[in-house]
């Protein structure tokens, strides 16, 4: 059976760089009370109306293309990762298909949020390794600042987050010491609702049953979206944030000490570790617990913030631009979010 290697990555960022000062325009905030936090210096808004999740994924792709050194009609199948998509249906797979004029291959749109890359990579593996396709583009985009509340209410979400993409090509391999050597993936649904986005969704009729108790049947299709909705700013993502904090830092490690204990690794054998870029502290926390030096982890959230879905393969690609990958490395890449869903994959770059 084959094995999976990265053949080419790439990532875009929107040129307009958002500081937290410039944040304190809107909302009751502090460089400080950001940085220390989260570590977040700055991130990327993408361009309002030039720019979209679909066109800055694009952009990454053409880039992962390039160093893959293939075209865009050698891909056999599109993987797209976002939770900010396009539009809420058709998702972005297809717009990456039709935009690069590929062939009529399938698309496959993956909503892991903060894990999506890691579940995209493991379905991108599961049918490398089958035989079923040998050239799989697989895209993470996030255009987050157009679902943001930046008014004072919302500053404990709307900090965070940043807009970019990153795309990897993925490949067969024969040698036997090289590429993708597990991935593992987690959900837990309890906690689902304390970091998520509500609406537009199907869930209204009954979690704001009161609201709509006089909607008659005629006015059923109000209940996906409704004023009223964005009245109460319930248009926006929520998140508990202390109680992800608490379950990050324990799922982190214990997702990476799966990895490396099927594997037969352990920590100090990792060369690099790029975790999901959620929040400095929790990268901070995970590399104190596995004892890894300055050296061993990737982060730029600084100058990103969260990209969610893009935020690893975005780390991932600056790290082989920068020269932190060499062959032979052993990479382990691991992430935690919205589900609450977690995974971690390791990779003999
Ligand atoms: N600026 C200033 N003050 C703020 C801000 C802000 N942007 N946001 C919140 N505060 C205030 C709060 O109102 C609160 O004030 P109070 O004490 O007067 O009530 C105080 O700061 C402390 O709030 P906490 O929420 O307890 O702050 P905490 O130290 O937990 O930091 C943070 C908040 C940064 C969100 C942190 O909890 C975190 O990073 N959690 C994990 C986030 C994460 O990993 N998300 C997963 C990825 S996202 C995804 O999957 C889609």
Not at 193 to 219: C, K, R, S, V
Not at 333 to 349: D, E, P, Q, R
Request: hydrophobic share 40%; glycine share 8%; aromatic share 10%.
């Amino acid at each position: 059976m084959p094995k999976t290697f990265i053949a080419g990555i790439g990532h875009y960022v929107p040129e307009n760089i958002v500081t937290n000062k410039d944040l304190m325009k809107y909302m009751d905030t502090s460089d400080d009370w950001i940085q220390e936090r989260t570590g977040i210096k700055e991130r990327r808004y993408a361009h309002r109306t030039g720019e979209s999740t679909a066109t800055m994924g694009i952009e990454a792709a053409k880039k992962a293309l390039a160093n893959a050194g293939i075209a865009a009609t050698d891909v056999d199948f599109i993987i797209f990762a976002t939770l900010s998509p396009d539009y809420y249906f058709p998702g972005c797979g297809v717009l990456v298909q039709r935009a690069l004029k590929m062939k009529e291959i399938g698309a496959l749109d993956i909503r892991n949020q903060c894990s999506g890359f890691v579940y995209a990579l493991s379905v991108a593996d599961q049918f490398i390794k089958s035989g079923m396709y040998k050239n799989i583009l697989l895209v993470c985009s996030e255009k987050h600042s157009f679902g943001l509340d930046f008014s004072t209410r919302g500053r404990n979400v709307s900090v965070i987050f940043g807009d970019g993409a990153a795309a990897v090509v993925l490949q067969p391999t024969e040698d036997k010491e090289r590429g993708i050597l597990s991935t593992h993936l987690h959900s837990d649904g309890e906690s689902a609702e304390i970091l998520a986005m509500y609406n537009p969704g199907t869930h209204a009729n009954y979690w704001m049953e009161q609201e709509f108790a006089h909607f008659d049947d005629a006015e059923i299709g109000q209940m996906f979206m409704s004023h009223a909705m964005i009245e109460n700013a319930q248009n926006f993502p929520n998140m508990d944030g202390p109680a992800v904090f608490k379950k990050a830092v324990v799922k982190f490690p214990e997702v990476i000490m799966e990895a490396l204990n099927y594997n037969g690794y352990k920590p100090s054998d990792i060369d690099l570790l790029i975790p999901h870029q959620a929040n400095l502290r929790i990268a901070q926390f995970v590399q104190q617990k596995l004892g890894l030096s300055n050296d061993k982890v990737f982060n730029n959230i600084e100058k990103y913030g969260n990209t969610t879905a893009a935020s690893i393969p975005l780390a991932l690609s600056e790290a082989v631009e920068q020269g932190r990958v060499k062959k032979d490395d052993l990479l382990c890449m691991a992430a935690f979010g919205s589900g609450f869903t977690w995974a971690s994959a390791l990779v003999k770059w």
